[in-house]
């Protein structure tokens, strides 16, 4: 899923503190899951931002809804949603990068009396898994070309500070990063796990350069499935 | 000039902090009158928002009272109560009030004393704080 933190309360009412009808919509999917953007993270950050007001004398209305998903018009199409974003002056999208510059798009183009501003509450930072409560870790980098059925599972391009194709590299020690005393070595994980799978010969076979052109490096990427196009 | 009567919204666990205020009350300690006891099953069951709910209707200050750590009827309530009031602590004082109107503080069943001496503290510690400014804005 993709995993989120709140930016700092200082820089989010930097962002709205002269309008006065605020709107605060959460997203009910992946920042749901990592606690960043959800129901109960609306109404805190609602609750922040009437205490701050109300403390600076201000009278400012701030108003909550959500989405089930911001990155999805079918999501989006909720009148109740709807009548509250046009009511409001600015809308903090509590969702994933994406989501915020699909409620945008959405946003604009169902109200045409005039625009609709909205604004970022949260720092997207990875595609991740969730290790426990309250932990999350990187395990996806959405190269475009997997390469996991060599590697045993575990991803180099993401879990390797380097994105080596062929590892470890001299900064693995006792099966650390070199990078950070927290950062497990990818490629010691790999070593190990290719030697429980009994496919250790694989790490002699030598991994041409990778083809990052699937990558972002290619520009903003798209798909187009003809075949479910109405 | 009269002294600044804090209203005081008090978290309490049914199977410490009530006991406690119940022990209090038939042992005859007198405690601030300030106070405004709210049951909860257990302090686990407190969300960071019910805090600041707290706050953002009025009151001058919010304490939760579990049980001693170790000892909760559902096993880790009191800690998980702990880490919201120190979370809603840091979310406070970002939006601008003092994060001494939030408190945690735990006492056993028989504590009467313990729960006295808690509640005319936060009241005293709300005092010098003085009047939540929200609600002189309400």
Redesign the interface.
Same mark, same amino acid.
């Given at each position: 899923m993709i995993v989120a933190d709140r930016k700092p309360f200082a820089e989010i009412m930097s962002m709205v503190e002269k309008y006065s009808k605020i709107l605060v919509v959460g997203c009910g999917s992946c920042v749901t899951i990592c606690m960043a953007g959800g129901e109960e993270e609306v109404k805190i950050l609602a609750s922040q931002l009437r205490i701050a007001f109300r403390k600076q004398g201000k009278n400012i209305e701030v108003q909550e809804a959500m989405a089930l998903r911001q990155c999805d018009d079918e999501y989006m199409d909720d009148p109740v949603l709807i009548e509250k974003v046009r009511w409001a002056d600015v809308v903090i999208s509590m969702a994933c990068g994406v989501g915020v510059q699909h409620a945008t798009t959405f946003f604009n183009r169902i109200i045409e009396e005039r625009p609709t501003r909205v604004v970022p509450a949260l720092n997207t930072t990875f595609m991740g898994a969730n290790l426990g409560a309250g932990e999350w870790e990187e395990r996806c980098l959405g190269c475009g070309d997997c390469v996991l059925e060599k590697t045993g599972g575990i991803c180099p391009i993401t879990r390797c500070a380097k994105s080596l194709l062929n590892g470890p590299c001299g900064g693995s020690s006792n099966g650390i990063c070199e990078v950070s005393k927290n950062t497990e070595c990818a490629w010691h994980l790999i070593v190990e796990r290719l030697n429980v799978l009994g496919e250790l010969d694989r790490i002699k076979q030598v991994e041409p350069y990778k083809d990052w052109r699937p990558s972002h490096s290619g520009g903003m990427r798209k798909r187009v499935r003809e075949d479910m196009r109405i | 000039m009269n002294q600044f009567e804090p209203e005081i919204v008090a978290f309490c666990c049914h199977y410490c902090a009530l006991a406690a205020a119940d022990t209090a009350g038939k042992m005859g300690i007198q405690f601030a009158p300030n106070v405004r006891v709210i049951r909860v099953l257990c302090t686990g069951k407190v969300? !960071?928002?019910h805090l600041? $709910?707290a706050?953002?209707a009025g009151a001058d200050g919010v304490v939760v009272v579990g049980c001693k750590f170790g000892e909760c009827y559902f096993k880790d309530g009191n800690y998980r109560a702990q880490k919201r009031v120190q979370r809603a602590q840091s979310? !406070?004082e970002?939006?601008?009030?003092e994060k001494g109107r939030l408190r945690f503080d735990f006492v056993p069943g028989p504590g009467g004393k313990k729960f006295a001496e808690i509640m005319n503290t936060m009241t005293q510690q709300v005092r010098a704080l003085g009047p939540n400014?929200?609600k002189q $804005?309400?």
């Open positions: - | 969300e !960071i928002l600041m $709910k706050l953002e979310l !406070i970002e939006a601008g009030l400014p929200l $804005k309400q």
